[in-house]
């Protein structure tokens, strides 16, 4: 056998691998590749095997495994990355490396999820404040009364959906509550959600600006 071909020994290894390991396991190299040729390689011996009952019921067995294997693989791996966005949308530096070409697209879209579904739920807009009525000066009933009074006021930046910051370091890309992508470096100077900045600010990774005037 080509040593390069997976086996369903094989996989049940990986599956017991990534069952044990708290986090995300590196699959070896071209794994879905030869899980396919695998999957592949079994369905034709089962079409081969169909005047011989022992080898069609043996080969029929096989395929059930490798389904089984396969979901239970791909269940605990689906796990792991919905962590890692998790992570992401915190603002945390979780290791990618482990993370295949196939599961990015999923990893990028559940982060996304996750961020909307924040924005929605925990960032409050800023309601505008209405400014006191000022007190009508007596006078004689023929005065032009003046200009009305500004309906709203600026908010406090505390209640604003984002903080202007300073990096402070170089950051790993992250998905902000605003569902955005954010690649910052040392020393940019950014607009980024008031929860992500808030996280960032007590790990010291950037530090607060005033708005300019």
Known sequence: MDPDELTLRDLRVQVLAERRDGRLVKLPAHFHERLARLEQ???QARDAAREDEQRFQRANSDISK????KLE?????ERKL????REKVNGQQPSLEAVT?????FLESVASVIGQHRQKLLVRRAAPVAKPEPKAKPGPKSAV???????????DIDDSESLLVRVLEDLPTFTGLDARNYSL?????AHIPLYNARMLLEAGKV????EEA
């Open 73 to 77: 693989l791909h269940k605990h791996r």
């Open 185 to 189: 470096k040392a020393n940019d100077v």
């Open 207 to 210: 530090e607060r600006l005033e």
């Open 145 to 155: 009364p003046g200009p009305e009074p500004d309906a709203t006021a600026p908010a």
């Open 82 to 85: 919905t962590l890692l966005a």
């Open 41 to 43: 390689g079994l369905e």
């Open 101 to 105: 070409e196939q599961e990015r697209e």
């Open 66 to 69: 490798l389904s089984d294997l």
